[in-house]
């Protein structure tokens, strides 16, 4: 691991208490290890040339394409717009689970405080919106510096609890923020698959950009859980009394299936996918999102 | 059904319950995890609900079965063996060969081999009462076997059932071990005599003895024998009842020397002690009694490990009569081979018959001087001087030797009764001289080599004076005659002169070459002193004269004297030597049927618990009554007791000992009798540890398989355990990784 990013993993970043200081460690950590940032420092973007048709603003008029072929071509330019991003913070009881340095709320949240830091940084807007069962907190866009502590309040505020139902909640975002926009759905996915990717159809439908941030511990993705264990679900999914080496293999296969799943339905309707360990690192997820963020371009 | 040795342990089965009830413990202290992903889990446990069931049940059993069958080995199950099983109620013959030879009484450790040997034997029985099998039992003893005379053993197939064991112990009670040296050979051939080779019944054959070198070292015919008890599917047990070497010291043989005996006359006993062991012994005391009365004792100086030392003991008796000497070792690990017994019969005097040819009688004078020197020289012979028709006419076989001197021709009467009376065991000695005829001898006592002549003559020969040569005109061999001169400077013999002699034909005959042996011969080579064996008795012929004609010597060389006594006493001992009677020997009495009645009453050695006996007495051709005693079973003096017709009585006594060879203790163990029985299928326990033939009383013992079936269980159930998920695994696998 480079020097620079000894402090994204979660052990370093569990010792700091407030999430906006986490935000900008992690931040400045990530950004202080590039080499280059070709994403930031230019407002107005080419996009591609046209050929001149009469009514076009001369000024746009490439003269140097005119003068190697002698025709005349305009450049278009993309338009000169703020990114409106929406952070979808998954908080259900669910998302309590954890046995290393942070546990999937956690991790969820110190993203999504990460996420909402740089996308300030770059001048964008940013809200955020924390469900369960129901929108818990909803945060408006903005673009002002001191946004970001609103946002970071509605995480820290938002204790897991409940059970996730994804569909009404990614129904109403989209009746919420109507213009096109990012979303970012930081969740463990641990819901019906039907409602959830039919809320991501509806998003991208409505023109948004989608990406999800798949948070899983390490236990849930290598279950080695040995001794007569009684598992109790965390959402009222019942309990078991088992011994869970026995059950491994079974287990590890249907969570093999349901991960194939998600990757599948989140291919289907173009929405870009990160399964995120909570023991990762946590620049992963602002190297997944600006990636997404390099290609988003190309894809409308 | 097997059988257990422990049955109280297979309460113990109870804790193969142990598993399950951990399992269900286990129910209770389950970990408790909050868990997220429980769709997954129970996706989980819907598709190897059944499967995982199955697995944990396996797991159980195994576990189950592990502890029943560490419990189960713990009581030492027995199946019964392949016979057992498949004809149930097939009866078990025992058969118990027990060692009574003396060797078996060595002390050690308390107690003698003996007395461990009837404990095994009452154990075996014992153990096998309790079988469920009809039980068979016999007990063949050594010795028993040995004597063809003594009928059927002890025990012959007899049922192990009501009061068997009362019997047997009060049998084994009243058994003494005896003195014979009975081997194990009888014994196993006695099974086939008595019991046949072929038997529906499964037979043991139990082996008590003490396994010594002999014959154990070299089985010989024994192998055979146990090699068909193995082919015959007979079960073999060899039980060493004595598990240690000890030294032994054992009085080898005690007999009267080859002197003359008689009344007043002093000679010596010859006594050899053997030490068996290892070290040597120094200043070994042999005590010794005549007739009951304590002699002074011998002291053999030192005695070297694993030789024999012979002495002598010197001997005198005043009286005429039979008289017994015995002899005593101090007490070691062998008590019966320190007694060793001796019959010496002293006659008053000692009859001898001098026939001399000549009227004058010079040579037979010569020689009764020689014989009886009169004065305070007691020799106790008593020369009677005759002429040759003597013979003929008078029976012979009360002189004790008879001397032929210078004779001229005997009639063929006398001939006959001269070689019926050295053919019986009596002693004749020629001396030759000028009345003598080569032809007579030829023809009549030599006779090609079937007469008494021990050689041809060829006729008178002069033994040339030649007073530059040193060497001796007679010179001797190494005979019992001459023995006294050898190892001296032999003065007197050197001065001995031959001037005539009878040459004989040179060489000898090849006939003569096995029979003949030359005694002595003269300076020239020529044979001056030839023997033959005659019958049970002996011919010495001195082929020069008894009187001083033809030499000096009987002229006032003291050599003649005691050649002459020398020779007296062989010739008055048989040729062929009685062997000493041994423990298990016939004794045979021989007296005059004329003076005494047939019946013969036999008294055993005073010492020994044994009740006289009573047997008739046979006519034999030559007028005497023969009466035989079968199997001396002790070692002592018995005394056959005879009434007379004029209401007096006679007696001989008889000494019986022991064989000295079974002294010898040294042990074969288990190892080199593994390899001298090479081929042999059998099982060797000491008599300490040796309870019973458990596998063939009650089958096969099943602990060995158990242990393996244990291991093996223990192997599968950890197999078994880690494929279930018992166990935790070394390293946790990655899965489910995006």
Known sequence: ?300 | MPTFLHPALLWGLLIAGVPVLIHLINLFRHRRVPWAAMEFLLISQRRNRTWVLLKQLLLLLLRMTAVAVLVLMLTHPRLPTQWGRFLDGQPVHHIVLLDDSFSMTEQQGGSQAWDRAKAAVERIARDASHSSRPQTFSLIRFSQAANENSGKPDLLDESVRGDFLDRLSDHLKELDCSETSAGPLPALEGIERWLGADSSDQRIVYLLTDFRTNPWAEPGDLKPLLQGLSRSQTGLHLVPCVDRFQPNVAVASLRPDEGIRAAGVPFFLDVAVTNHGDAPLNEVVVQVQADGQARPALRIPRLPPRQTVADRIPMQFALAGTHVVQVELDSDAVALDNHRYCVVDVPAELPVLLIDGNMEAEDATYLSSALRPGGAVVTGLTPRIEKPRFLSQNTLGSFSAIYLLNVERLEDSAIKALEQYVAAGGGLCVFLGPRCAASFFNEKLYRGGTGLFPVPLTGQEALLVDRLEKTPDMQVTDHPIFRVFSGQRNGFLGTVSISRYFATVDPLPESAHTSVEVLARLRNGAPLVVERQFGKGRVVAFLTTAGPEWNNWTRGNPSFVVTMLELQAYLSRPAVEKKPALVGDDLTVSYDASLYQPQVRWVPPVTKAIDPSATEATLQDNGTYNAILQAAPVSGVYRAEYSAKDGGHGDQPLAVNIDPEEGKLDLVDGPALAAALEGVDYRYEPVSTFRYAEEELEGRDLTDVLLYALIALLVLEQLVAYWVGDHPPRTVEKGGDA
């Open chain 1, 1 to 300: 691991m480079p020097d620079s990013k000894r402090f994204l993993h979660p052990d370093a970043i569990k010792r700091i208490s407030r999430l906006d200081v986490r935000a900008r460690q992690i931040v400045e950590g990530f950004l202080a290890g590039m080499h280059r940032s070709p994403y930031f420092g230019q407002s107005v973007e080419f996009l591609q040339h046209r050929e001149y048709v009469a009514g076009d603003d001369p000024r746009y008029v490439d003269w140097k394409v005119w003068a190697k072929q002698d025709r005349l071509y305009v450049k278009q330019f993309e338009e000169d717009t703020n990114l409106r991003c929406t952070l979808l913070v998954d908080v259900s009881a669910s998302m309590r689970y954890g046995a290393g340095a942070l546990n999937k709320y956690e991790y969820g949240a110190t993203v999504a405080a990460s996420l909402a830091y740089l996308i300030l940084r770059q001048q964008d807007a940013v809200g955020c919106v924390a469900f369960d069962d129901k929108a818990r907190t909803l945060v408006p866009q903005r673009t002002r510096r001191n946004h970001l502590d609103s946002i970071l309040r509605s995480l820290e505020i938002s204790a897991p609890r409940g059970k996730t139902d994804v569909y009404p909640i990614l129904h109403k975002v989209a009746e919420t923020y109507p213009a096109r926009g990012m979303m970012v759905l930081v969740s463990d996915l641990l819901m019906p698959r039907e409602p959830l990717f039919r809320g991501l159809r509806l998003l991208r439908r409505r023109g948004h950009d989608v990406m999800v941030f798949h948070v899983l511990d390490d236990d849930e993705l290598d279950f080695p859980f040995d001794g007569a264990t009684r598992f109790e679900g965390l959402e009222a999914d019942g309990e078991l009394s088992c011994n869970p080496r026995a059950l491994r293999r079974g287990y590890l296969a249907a969570l093999g299936e349901y991960l194939e799943e998600v990757r599948r339905g989140c291919v289907r309707y173009e929405v870009d996918y990160a399964l995120l360990r909570t023991s990762q690192p946590l620049d992963a997820a602002l190297a997944a999102y600006l990636s997404n963020r390099l290609g988003m371009h190309h894809r409308n």
